[in-house]
């Protein structure tokens, strides 16, 4: 192997934006459908921004037949004046880093967009962006291609195409292939994240259009009854036991909103924002309610009798059994893990929301007290689950443990460093053989199951618990269940720092995979907000020319672009299944980090996953048959 050279000339400065093309996904987190959507995202919160800061009440996003999409405002507009090195501001927007209006409050009092980022990030990965300014009576005009200005200036300012009486931006763009895996916005999840900013700002009004339909399809979001809308609304099919309990509060110049309504149902739904931005791994404000919630209704439970002296307190995921909550917060200096902004990170986030939830809450049971009950009658019934869960548990996974590294099944890697280890759950003992043949047995553990396991969706929890299975996944994940389930979940206990589902590249694998997601969304949550899962992507096709060495093709877009550059003959291998392929070739395709393919699994919309798991996957056969007729063009049908 050639040695490889360091020296100054290695070392290089990406310009302009530069480094944004070159790693997209440290800026969008990632180039699939869930990264394109995002660039929608960015702009909106902009417009969102505008609305924050009094400024504008109506954003319009239309998804046009060219694959691009339009997103307009009528706030003040982006500045068109020219800086101190003779710059328009608005080019200077959209084509630098770290550049806008919000790292001081004299602009915008809060802000969901706080790096300068987002505008020029989204210019920097479209093939090109079209953006009109109206403001001082004037509609001044910009284009760019791939985040370079294509637009001559006259006389050092933008060019003025109109003269008008509105104002607010408008912007066009059209993401790169280049950058994307895909490049067709996906309508549902755009929907859906239209709809909670509506509910999160109850006088904006946010016009959704698509164009790339036969018919027009228009869709007006506005919810004046904001986020207590929003929990009716999520609970809208459910057994509700409490009405809509909604307080807000200002503390330290934090405002806080929240809005929580208790279902019949043993499980808790509950939502962080932050300045409009939802936060898909909660944070301190989620915390902060959190903590205060409990301790205050352990209080109250001791002061009306529902605990006794010698009573445990309720755990808080008793007392958050059957919630549904909206927690959002207005942060003037927010702080989040990363550009995508999933976590918040904020420790007088906690404070403040804490503070306001004593007071508030208090208030209102305090004039409630049938509420109060209602609401304590929910912890009490799932403390007494919990317990009964505790002593099935205790039967069941730990009377007949299983040997960590001997339990006929899991054919564990020899190392106990987490960080470096991961665990295989594959498909039938043929591939399973194959697979501990092939995997470094020091980093490398292979989980074999038989068949399609338990939908957990349908099944009570003591089938759950009784299904082989899902009793050895726990075992040799080493983190426990879920935490309303004996609360005993705890993430720093997993074994294995990745958790790759492997299954064989047909429909049946893909229904297992989705069985074991749902078990993972379900009762491990955890596991997929801290990037743990992934499913392995094995190749359908090898191809072995005449000439030359083979290679690994993983769909057939792959296998037609092969066909078009390849001169010559060639052998075409179909591989149906894992078990069709030897040790070597499932080393070199699905098991080596340094050349396998894997898809990281993750949530970006929280209540929409929760409604489309319980769609997909529950008892009613309806709402799936629409989904199904619905996006049945989105298949790929493999014949």
Same mark, same amino acid.
């Given at each position: ?9 290695? *070392? ?15 800026? *969008? ?29 109506? *954003? ?26 003779? %710059? ?118 946010? *016009? ?36 809509? %309990? ?138 007494? %689950? ?83 299975? %899902? ?169």
């Amino acid at each position: 192997m050639a040695k490889q050279i360091y020296d100054e000339n290695s *070392i290089s400065v990406l310009e302009g934006l530069e480094a944004v093309r070159k790693r997209p996904g440290m800026y *969008i987190g990632s180039t699939s459908r869930k990264g394109l959507n995002h660039l929608i995202y960015e702009i909106v919160d902009n417009a969102v921004d505008e609305h924050l800061a009094g400024e504008c009440d109506t *954003i319009i996003v239309t998804l046009l037949e060219d694959g691009s999409c339009t997103v307009k405002d009528n706030g003040r507009g982006v500045p068109v004046g020219t800086n101190k090195f003779g %710059i328009p501001a608005e080019r200077v927007v959209f084509t630098t880093l770290h550049a806008g209006g919000k790292f001081d409050d004299t602009a915008y009092k809060t802000s969901g967009g706080l790096h300068g980022v987002g505008s020029s990030v989204v210019n920097a990965l479209s093939t090109h962006m079209d953006v009109k300014i109206s403001r001082d009576g004037k509609t001044y005009h910009d284009y760019f291609e791939r985040g370079i200005a294509a637009l001559d200036l006259i006389d050092g300012e933008l060019p003025v195409i109109c003269k008008t009486k509105e104002r607010g931006t408008e912007i066009n763009f059209l993401p790169d292939p280049e950058i994307f895996e895909k490049t067709v916005f996906k309508e549902d999840e755009i929907k859906s994240r239209l709809h909670e900013t509506a509910y999160l700002n109850p006088d904006l009004k946010i *016009i959704y259009r698509d164009k790339r339909a036969k018919e027009l399809e228009e869709i007006i979001f506005h919810e004046p009854e904001g986020i207590t809308g929003f929990v009716r609304d999520i609970n809208v099919n459910s057994e509700v036991v409490s009405p809509v %309990i909604y307080y807000k509060g200002v503390s330290d110049g934090i405002e806080i909103e929240v809005a929580f309504q208790y279902i019949n149902e043993f499980h808790e739904n509950i939502l962080g924002f932050c300045n409009n931005i939802y936060n898909a791994e909660g944070g301190t404000h989620l915390t902060g309610f959190k903590t205060t919630f409990t301790t205050v209704m352990n209080n109250y439970a001791r002061e009306i009798g529902v605990l006794k002296d010698k009573d445990p307190n309720f755990t808080g995921a008793d007392l958050r059994n059957g919630m549904t909550a909206v927690v959002s917060i207005k942060h003037p200096d927010p702080r989040f893990e990363g550009q995508t902004k999933t976590k918040l990170d904020n420790p007088d986030a906690a404070k403040a929301c804490g503070k306001v939830t004593n007071d508030e809450i208090q208030l209102y049971f305090d004039r409630n007290v049938d509420v109060l009950k209602s609401v304590l009658s929910c912890a009490e019934k799932a403390a007494r %689950i919990r317990k009964t869960e505790e002593r099935a548990k205790t039967n069941l996974l730990i009377k007949q443990k299983f040997s960590f590294d001997s339990n006929g099944k899991l054919a564990n890697c020899e190392s106990r460093d987490a960080k470096k280890c991961e665990v295989f759950i594959v498909e039938g003992d043929s591939a399973g053989g194959s697979a501990k043949t092939a995997r470094n047995r020091m980093y490398q553990a292979i989980l074999p199951i038989r068949g399609k396991i338990l939908n957990v969706e349908k099944a009570s929890i003591d089938k759950i618990l009784k299904n082989a299975e %899902i009793k050895t996944m726990i075992n040799a994940f080493g983190c426990g269940f879920s935490e309303g389930y004996g609360n005993d979940f705890d993430i720093t206990k997993l074994r294995y720092d990745k958790i790759v589902i492997m299954t064989d590249a047909d429909v049946d694998g893909a229904h297992i995979s989705t069985l074991l997601l749902t078990l993972f969304y379900r009762f491990m949550p955890e596991l997929i907000y801290e990037g743990h899962v992934y499913i392995a992507m094995p190749p359908l096709y090898k191809v072995m020319p005449k000439k030359g060495e083979g290679e690994y093709l993983y769909d057939d877009a792959a296998l037609e672009k092969y066909r078009r550059t390849h001169k010559g003959d060639f052998t075409l291998q179909r591989y149906k299944g894992l078990g069709e392929m030897d040790a070597v070739q499932l080393w070199e395709t699905t098991l080596n980090p340094e050349s396998r393919v894997m898809k990281q699994i993750s949530i970006e919309d929280g209540r929409m996953a929760s409604d489309v798991t319980e769609m997909l996957m529950g008892n009613d056969v309806g709402p799936r048959k629409d989904f199904i007729h619905d996006h049945a063009s989105d298949a790929e049908i493999d014949i």
